[in-house]
C-alpha cells in the first residue's frame, strides 16, 4: 500500500497522541494544530485514513475518538523500519518489531544448561542470562523475519546428558537497544513464523521496562552489506 507523505503525517501526529493504544480525542482543531494545517484539510486528511483502513473513528458524547489499525501500525513500522536503516550505521541490516509475549518457561531450563550456554557466550561475548525474551513479530516484520534465513548464523550443537538428547540450533547476532542479543532458533522445532526468541547476557524484560504487549524493535547488521540485497 502506498501511503501519501500528508495521510503518513496525519498518522503519526495520531499516534503520537495516543492513538496506537487506543482510542485517543481527536477533534480537527487538534490535529490541525499538530498538522499545521487548517481544520478542514486536517478533518480529510483523517477521512481519507479512515477510508484506507489506517484508523477506526467513533464518535462519543465528547467528540470524535480515534485509533490506529493493525494497518496503520503496520505503516509506521514500515517507516520506522527505513529511517533505522538510513541512519543506525554504515553497515546494511535488518530492523523487525514486535510484542511481548510470555513464553512457556522452557527457556530458562535450556539456557541454564552448560553446554548451551558455553555456546551462546561465545555468540553473545557474555555469559547469556538463563531466560529469554519472546517477540510476535508484526506483519510487516515477518517477512524481514524470513531473509535473515538467508544470513550466517552460528549453528549450536546438541549433546547427549543423563540419557537424554538435547537437539541443535542456530543463533544470529542482534540488537535492541544498546543491548547485545541474539536470536534463537531450536533445530527441530518449529516456531511460528511470526514468534522469535532472544537471549542476553541480562535479563531483558527488567533491563528495558519491559511487559506483554509491550512493542520492541530488533536490530539485525548484515556483514556482508550490499550482497545482501
Known sequence: MTIEAADLACLKAIALLGGCRGPVHVSAQSLASALGTSPQTAARRLQSLESALLVTRSVR?????????????????????????????????FVMTGQVVSGVGEGRYYMGLPAYREQFAAVLGEDPYPG???????????????????????????????????????????????????????????????????IAGVPLREALGLADKDRVAIEVRDERGDDAE
Open 61 to 93: 458524547p465528547g467528540g470524535q475518538h480515534v485509533s490506529i489499525s493493525r494497518t496503520g501500525e503496520e505503516a509506521l513500522h514500515r517507516e520506522y523500519s527505513d529511517y533505522c536503516r538510513l541512519f543506525g550505521g554504515s553497515s546494511a541490516g
Open 132 to 198: 529469554t525474551l519472546n517477540l510476535r513479530l508484526d506483519g510487516a516484520s515477518v517477512p524481514i523475519r524470513k531473509r535473515l534465513d538467508a544470513l550466517d548464523w552460528t549453528p549450536i550443537r546438541g549433546f547427549v546428558a543423563e540419557a537424554r538428547t538435547f537437539g541443535d540450533a542456530r543463533a544470529l547476532p542482534c540488537r535492541i537497544g544498546e543491548h547485545r542479543c541474539a536470536i534463537v532458533v531450536p533445530g527441530r522445532t518449529h516456531y511460528p513464523e511470526d514468534v522469535v526468541e532472544v
